[in-house]
């Protein structure tokens, strides 16, 4: 007489969070602590104008030099990366950016201010071709959207909770939201120097090339364009969408920042539901498929005129984002050689760093037209980015 047993399926939660190796869960975890530590990003502006008494117009002098920190950053990044290692990238990285954190904190001249604004531009985001890396090198090609997904799930998670707590923390002194903000940054760096193992290839520091490895692969190339696309439109959240709505659309700060909400909300509920089912689609098409729906929700905009309108389109290009987020990453993963896996994480956040210089330099004139051409322009770029997605989906297939 003989038995069979038949093996149940895995529960939904380790479906979901289950199989993926303990070092990605302390990674994942020191970027939870991060973004919930991150407070004093979304109130520069604030802070440079009400505590410092800058001018508007030297408040931007002053992201604008940030913004030049950021571009810098990524390749510096990439380098670094592959030549010194990952784990020594990440927190170094997050320890220069406590302590670029504190000496703006305690800056009080212009120059000052500058020169902490430059250097926090450069270190803030040393760590992100790191993480890329650090996760295609931990965890197999069939895993990496669901880890990438988490990942991008456990920074909107964090960073909604931290933006709530600073907006609070700021009436109380800003200082407060600096040194909140380098401890969560020394907590990210010892936690990974402490559970997360080096995984630098044997060769990778001395690999040939450079950069200019990555620049010759055309289809790396290509979908960095695509990459700019994508972070163009999505940079209008931060930039003219606040100012399009309560100028334009004659919304008030508190029913904007309602309607924003529901972004948070939606990508903490939803996105780890799906992750594990988009990861099994192509990456090509579910990528071109997050971009179509982006682009659409934002050249929806045009038409708002209430709060209810802008929750609507906000839902909308909610969905394009959940369904975008982790697919990037698993591409970059793909097209990358292990040895160069940091300078093509790199070249990828070199996208994201050029849009927000060039995001209000496009969106600050086309809105100065109206909202009309702001917004179908978005929407199109939008369109056009998932349309250079579907051209480049053989050749990505053929390379993964």
């Known amino acids: 007489m003989s038995s069979t047993s038949v093996e149940k399926p895995p529960s939904f939660m380790r479906a979901q969070v289950g199989g993926l190796p303990r070092p990605f869960w302390a990674l994942w975890g020191g970027t939870l602590v991060n973004r919930l530590g991150t407070m004093v990003m979304p109130f520069t502006g604030v802070y440079l104008t009400q505590s410092r008494g800058l001018s508007v117009t030297a408040a931007g002098l002053v992201m604008g030099v940030f913004g030049v920190g950021s571009l810098l950053s990524q390749p510096l990044a990439g380098m670094l990366t592959d030549r010194i290692g990952r784990r020594a990238t990440l927190s170094g990285g997050m320890l220069a950016t406590g302590a670029a954190m504190l000496a703006l904190g305690y800056s009080v001249s212009l120059p000052a201010v500058l020169a902490s604004m430059l250097v926090l531009g450069v270190v803030v985001d040393l760590y992100r071709p790191a993480s890329n890396a650090l996760v295609a090198d931990l965890v197999a090609p069939a895993e990496r959207p669901r880890a990438y997904g988490l990942l991008f799930w456990g920074i909107n998670l964090g960073y909604s909770v931290g933006m709530t707590a600073g907006g609070w923390l700021a009436g109380l002194g800003f200082l407060w939201l600096f040194w909140i903000d380098a401890v969560s940054c020394v907590v990210f760096a010892v936690l990974v120097w402490r559970a997360v193992p080096e995984t630098r290839p044997e060769g990778a520091r001395q690999a040939t090339g450079g950069f200019g490895a990555v620049l010759r692969d055309r289809v790396m190339v290509a979908f960095t364009l695509v990459v700019l696309g994508n972070a163009l439109v999505y940079a209008q959240t931060m930039t003219m969408?606040?100012?399009?709505?309560?100028?334009?659309?004659?919304?008030?700060?508190?029913?904007?920042?309602?309607?924003?909400?529901?972004?948070?909300?939606?990508?903490?509920?939803?996105?780890?539901?799906?992750?594990?089912?988009?990861?099994?689609?192509?990456?090509?098409?579910?990528?071109?498929?997050?971009?179509?729906?982006?682009?659409?929700?934002?050249?929806l905009t045009a038409f708002v005129s209430s709060t209810l309108g802008l929750t609507a389109t906000i839902a909308v290009w909610t969905a394009g984002e959940i369904v975008t987020a982790g697919i990037a990453g698993t591409i970059v993963a793909a097209l990358a050689p292990p040895?160069?896996?940091?300078?093509?994480?790199?070249?990828?956040?070199?996208?994201?760093?050029?849009?927000?210089?060039?995001?209000?330099?496009?969106?600050?004139?086309?809105?100065?037209l109206g909202p009309g051409a702001l917004w179908f322009t978005i929407g199109a770029v939008g369109l056009v980015s998932a349309a250079g997605m579907l051209a480049l989906g053989p050749a990505i297939r053929r390379r993964t």
Do not use: H
Not at 259 to 273: H, R
């Open 241 to 299: 969408l606040p100012v399009a709505m309560t100028k334009a659309a004659g919304l008030s700060t508190a029913q904007y920042g309602t309607a924003m909400a529901l972004n948070g909300v939606l990508i903490v509920v939803v996105q780890p539901l799906v992750s594990g089912w988009l990861g099994r689609r192509d990456p090509a098409r579910t990528f071109a498929l997050g971009l179509a729906v982006m682009g659409a929700g934002f050249a």
């Open 339 to 368: 040895e160069l896996r940091g300078r093509y994480a790199g070249l990828f956040g070199l996208a994201w760093s050029a849009a927000a210089v060039l995001a209000p330099l496009l969106g600050g004139p086309l809105l100065e």
